[in-house]
């Protein structure tokens, strides 16, 4: 004991006595360790960390392939409730939502679930409060007015009030009773999500206007369950294949081409959890390229400080210290290195996924993502160190047992073997390698991001404004609210610097989507097999093109005559036109909706965005609002006013036609668009921080290594300087291997960054290296780094002086 005690503070002299060394590894380890950490809390919280839920793995989500397969009706949930008790223990029902409560005598905005009465008890979820609800909560259409709140919303909105159980709070104009408080940490079915209170299914009529409970094609909850004991997913997916086939042939309409199968719970099944999963597990990977390169970069500082010190050892193992005892006191140090580092890194990690928890979208959803480092994160951490300072730690082995202390004190300094060269060598062409990946993928990512601002939506955002609001949720009848819109829209019109406005069920590129199949001219058989196109579907107001800016190739845009008293009217986008018609000309043609009833096409808009910016060409098909009511009412107004401006006047307009009224959000469309851009963002700046790290990386290597390569060489370059060598001749023999070594490890790297642009292009819209500006771009930063990073060891080499290197000798 007493001899490792002499050795840890014989090794702590040693680092004391080279500050610049200890300081570049630690801070080197610190940043690439703390990279790696960083990505595994967000896996950690998003993907690994289980729901608050009793045996978590036992519940999985039941859907079809696709983002709107996680939809399922009412009508298919109880058939397969009932189909499967075999193969699940139960199966629940749950709906996303938005509606009012009553809080103090104002109208809150709030989201929650709608679910079914089993949901809680098939989650095996225990009350804070009260009780949850229950099956007789849930057993007729707008039966009981019962309701259990969040935490989150219990303590924010309620003030944490012991008595809140009994109590009665306004949902819309329908009172209900708070009947519990669920449990602390506890979101629901869906990691992401932050609801503020879960309402009983059947009371959607009351609740939100939605309805739909005898209508098969009526698709809008979610199905969740629970397997059987000894039933794996495996199974479960081989029944429910049986099962669609068997609702395909029952019901041809609806359920043709149904594909139900399970997958995991929390983040809408597939839907998301396969690109999140995707994502982190890319960028996970190219984490641990970071570290690999960080563990090269150090391994070059260990391997020449231990080169520097052979002539030292060679001395120590002359007089009689083992070789044991040398190697374990430079094992201590890479040991020291990367618990310090570990350490550090812990902290930093700690600190920015604290950050990242506490960030918040700026969208009209309760969206949190809850990554807090727990002890997993800690352990990944220390892990991370242990495994780094082993591998230091390996390193000087191989040159201690070879090192002949009577070749080394016959030396006259110390002497570096060529497999030791070639070693350090191949650790700089492995960075440089790993380093030009890396930034070649930034380069990828930040070009598709800049596409991104440009890219044609079919509409422009610019010096717009929205409002969402639902009349229903103020108490007003359906015969009452299309005159309530037309309020609004004039109390819109005049605000101040307000040029033109118009109102919409929804917008695109919202969360809030609906889509509907679409038949061609002449059909009379309504089932899957005559569907022409799958289109998103807008109901939208007379001046909607103008107000948002989309282009209208033929024909006209609505009118207020266009009504439930005129023909059935409609414009289509040009993808929509070409399936239904094989043409963009189709003003004036018909094509049978809504139960075969004739609509007319009387116009043509551009093609734009709907779902995603990466998405292909989509029809879209939009409907008069006059002939399709929303209770749902985004409204639309475009100025020249400031976006704070307009905010706040638009608010205050909604509020003086009825202060009731719920206003669910109000922000500039720029704003609004920030959660579809949000994966290429955080694409983005996820390459970029690691692309950032190992250009730093590889600056510090070549730096080292071209450093020591004409450390090594001094004496030689002092008599080629003497012998007449020129410039170029000494900067090829001093660097000529480090510069070769770049060069190769830059294309081989530009290659392997090229490859991974097809990875991104799911997330970054078009990323590509198919780009003459990102293969120049990766070259100049390659040719950059090269040069910096070799500009102090190239001078020194031209400085030589060949006298005063002799004289030293």
Known sequence: MMT??????????????????????????????????????????????????????????VQNPGFQGISFSYPNYIDLRARTSHTFSSLALAR?????????????????????????????????LGRLLGDADDDAVDGSPAMVLSDRCWRVRFHADPEIVGKVVAVGKVPFV????????????????????????HDGPEVDGSGGFDRRGSTNAWVFGRLQRGVNREQADANLRLISKQMASEFPKEDEGTDWHTAPVGLLGEALGRPVRLFIGGVG???????????????????????DRVRELGIRLAIG????????????????????????????????????????????????????????????????ALATGLLFAMLPARQIWRTDPNSTMRASGSTMTSDRSIFRSSLLFVQITLCCLLVTASIVSLRGLQRTFHIPLGFDPHGVTLATVDVRLAGYQFSEQQALQQRLLSAVQAIPGVTMTAYAGNQPLSMNTNDDDVYGPGTTTFDHAHVRASAMVYSVSANYFAATGTKLIAGRAFTLHDDVSAPNVAIVNETLA?????????????????????????????????????????????????QAPDSTSVLIARSDRDAAEMTIA?????????????????????????????????????????GALAAMLALTGIFGMASYAVTRRMRELGIRVALGSGKKALVRAALGRTLALIAWGSCIGLALGFASAKLMAGIVYHASANDPIVFVSAVVTMIAIGLSASAVPMRRALRVQPADLLREQ
């Open 321 to 384: 210290s083992s070789r044991g005892r040398i190697l374990r006191q430079l094992s201590l140090e890479s040991v020291i290195v990367a618990a310090l580092s570990g350490a550090i890194a812990s902290a930093l990690s700690m600190f920015l996924l604290r950050g990242i928890s506490q960030w918040r979208l700026a969208a009209d959803l309760p969206l949190e993502l809850l990554v807090d480092a727990d002890w997993k994160v800690y352990v990944a951490s220390a892990l991370l």
């Open 650 to 690: 638009m608010r205050k307009a909604v509020q003086s036609v009825d202060s009731s009224i719920p206003i669910f959000n109000v922000e500039s469309w720029p704003d609004a668009l920030g959660i579809v851009a949000f994966p290429a963002r955080a694409a983005t700046l996820a390459l970029g921080v690691l």
């Open 178 to 201: 708070v009947v519990g408080v669920a449990p602390k940490g506890f979101h629901g079915t869906e990691q992401f999500f932050d609801p503020d209170a879960f309402l009983p299914f």
């Open 96 to 128: 996303f939502t938005r509606f009012s409560l009553g809080i103090e005598g104002v109208a809150q905005p709030v989201w929650g679930f709608m679910v079914s009465g089993n949901y809680f008890s098939m989650l095996g979820v225990q009350p804070q």
């Open 578 to 626: 070409r399936l239904l018609f094989g043409t963009t000309e189709a003003v004036g043609r018909r094509f049978p909706q809504g139960g075969g009833k004739e609509t007319e096409v009387v116009g043509v808009v551009s093609d734009g965005k709907y779902i995603s910016l990466s998405e292909e060409p989509t029809a879209a098909l939009f409907r008069s609002i006059l």
């Open 285 to 307: 990977i190219l984490g641990l390229l970071v570290l690999l390169a960080a563990c090269a970069n150090i391994g070059l500082l260990f391997s020449s400080r231990t080169a």
């Open 4 to 61: 490792i005690l002499d050795d840890l503070r014989f090794t702590l002299r040693q680092l004391r006595r080279s500050p610049a060394f200890l300081l570049t590894t630690v801070l080197t380890l610190t940043m690439a360790i703390a990279a790696n950490v960083v990505v595994y809390g967000v896996a950690n919280g998003l993907i690994f960390h289980a729901l608050p839920i009793r045996q978590a793995g036992e519940v999985v989500q």
